[in-house]
Nanobody, 118 residues
Framework: QVQLVESGGGLVQAGGSLRLACAASGRTFSNYVMGWFRQTPDWEREFVGAITGRGRSTYYGASVKGRFTISRDNAKNTVYLQMNSLKPEDTAVYYC???????????WGQGNQVTVSS
């Protein structure tokens, strides 16, 4: 089982940027599809995006496409979420996740609060 530890959240003004990182330990990192999800203040869980094991393909939710970018460094066992042009509605707890496929995430990070002020 892979263990995930996130970092990089915080408070930012609308229009600003933040980068989240998720460090993995355990099994071979490049075997995993890595994803990002968020849970909003009204408890909705939303798919943010995902990246395949070797980073060849990325997928994004409609609300973040064009503003957020997922990348990974397999040598560092780390996946990143670069968030630009942040909006107040991006305020949420962000979770990274790992799985064998994009349909099946079964390991989760602890969550990281991102707050965007207007």
């Amino acid at each position: 089982q892979v263990q995930l530890v996130e970092s990089g959240g915080g408070l930012v003004q609308a229009g600003g940027s933040l980068r989240l990182a998720c460090a993995a330990s355990g099994r071979t990192f490049s075997n995993y599809v890595m994803g990002w999800f968020r849970q909003t203040p009204d408890w909705e869980r939303e798919f943010v995006g995902a990246i395949t094991g070797r980073g060849r393909s990325t997928y994004y939710g409609a609300s973040v496409k064009g503003r957020f970018t997922i990348s990974r460094d397999n040598a560092k066992n780390t996946v990143y979420l670069q968030m630009n042009s942040l909006k107040p509605e991006d305020t949420a707890v962000y979770y990274c996740a790992a799985g064998d496929t994009i349909e099946g995430f079964d390991a989760w990070g602890q969550g990281n609060q991102v707050t965007v002020s207007s």
